[in-house]
């Protein structure tokens, strides 16, 4: 492939999330195939301006796709977020000869993406969060294995929470965004599901809730709270004094964000990663790869960080009907 790119780095930055090393393998395989050369920049945008930069071959990324995590650490770097660390950031990419950057994580980091091109280093993001909630892709890395590793969870929950006919309140991660309560709520069955997007959740009413169904003999009550309600221990101990009934909440946290990345999220990881390694050797710059409307496809950053994304109207009445 004809290009003027003779290098390229890769970083992960923010919170891992399972498919990272897919992406990083796909990275790094497709811009050798393209007679580019790789390092691998660890701990994110902390590593680069700490200079912890390693050379990367196809081997180096041997046996990773079935892991979790990240092979080259995260970071989150306030250092970053100023004038003088991004034009540091770019001055190490310069003197380790990396002409083009792949920033694998949320939006958070495409925003330092953003910046480091700006002092004209040619940067490409990979949206690498659990959380779901970045505009321009209706997928991203991490969400596909977290969602599944909380259902798999919540179902368990569920198991002694009817043995012994008791309330629980399971909090799924997902910082300001509530697509994996949302797709838990609905996978598990849940009885309640509280949303940040909605906030309309009134105690009371799910007290009454939780009564009402008690009367009709059902053994369980499932609330998934998002953490970006939060208090899931407080409204426990409130919906245990005034239903009489044993409530506990059960936070799940990382384990939502470790383990072994389910097969969707190494190959959409896979292509992406491709993507991204295949559009800076073509010398493009300031874009972001996501997948949208049945298609991979990349942006330009600022369109990107501009979009808004909220949940479905339709998905959402879809769980309140079913949770009933
Ligand atoms: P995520 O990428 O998952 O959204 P963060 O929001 O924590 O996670 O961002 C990850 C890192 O990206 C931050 O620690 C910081 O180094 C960098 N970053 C975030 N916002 C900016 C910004 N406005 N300008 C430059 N760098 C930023
Ligand atoms: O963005 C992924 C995520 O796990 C969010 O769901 C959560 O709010 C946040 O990261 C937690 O971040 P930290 O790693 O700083 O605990």
């Known amino acids: 492939m004809a290009n003027q790119i003779k290098t390229i780095g890769v970083l992960t930055s923010g919170g891992d999330a399972p498919g990272m090393n897919a992406a990083i393998r796909s990275v790094v395989r497709k811009a050798l195939a393209n007679g580019v050369s790789v390092k691998g920049i660890k701990k994110g945008y902390q590593g680069l301006l700490n200079e912890e930069i390693i050379d990367m071959d196809r081997h180096s990324v041997s046996d990773i796709i079935q892991r979790g995590g990240t092979i080259l650490g995260t970071a989150r770097c306030s250092e970053f977020r100023t004038e003088e660390g991004q034009a540091k950031g770019a001055e190490i990419c310069r003197k380790h000869g990396i002409d083009g950057l792949v920033v694998i994580g949320g939006d958070g980091s495409y925003r330092g993406a953003q910046q480091i091109a700006r002092h004209g280093i040619n940067t490409v993001g990979l949206p690498g969060t659990i959380d ?16 599944n590793t909380a259902m798999s969870a919540i179902d368990k929950v569920r198991d002694t929470s009817s043995s012994h006919e008791r309330c629980s309140i399971i909090e799924v991660m997902g910082r300001n965004a509530g697509y994996i309560a949302l797709w838990c709520g609905v996978a598990n069955g849940a009885e309640d599901i509280l949303l940040p997007e909605k906030y309309d959740y009134n105690e ?10 008690r009367k009709r003999g059902k053994t369980h009550h499932i609330i998934i709270n998002a953490e970006g309600i939060g208090h899931s221990t407080s409204m426990a101990r409130r919906i245990e004094a005034a239903t009489g009934i044993e ?16 097969c969707k999220d190494r190959f959409y990881a896979s292509v992406m990663g491709a993507y991204a390694a295949d559009i800076l050797c073509q010398g493009k710059s300031n874009r972001v790869v996501g997948y949208k409307n049945g298609e991979f496809r990349d942006f330009d950053i600022e369109e990107a960080l501009a979009m808004k994304k909220d949940i479905s109207e339709y998905q959402y009445e879809v769980s309140r009907v079913l949770a009933q």
Not at 133 to 147: H, K, L, Q, R, S
Not at 204 to 213: D, E, K, L, P
Not at 251 to 262: C, E, F, H, K, V
Request: with cysteine; glycine share 10%.
């Open 132 to 147: 779901l909630d970045i505009a321009c892709t209706d997928y991203t890395i991490g969400f596909d294995t977290a969602v």
């Open 204 to 213: 009371q009413s799910i007290i009454n809730n939780i009564i009402a169904n």
């Open 247 to 262: 409530t506990r909440a059960t936070i799940l946290g990382y384990m939502q964000r470790g383990g072994n990345p389910t």
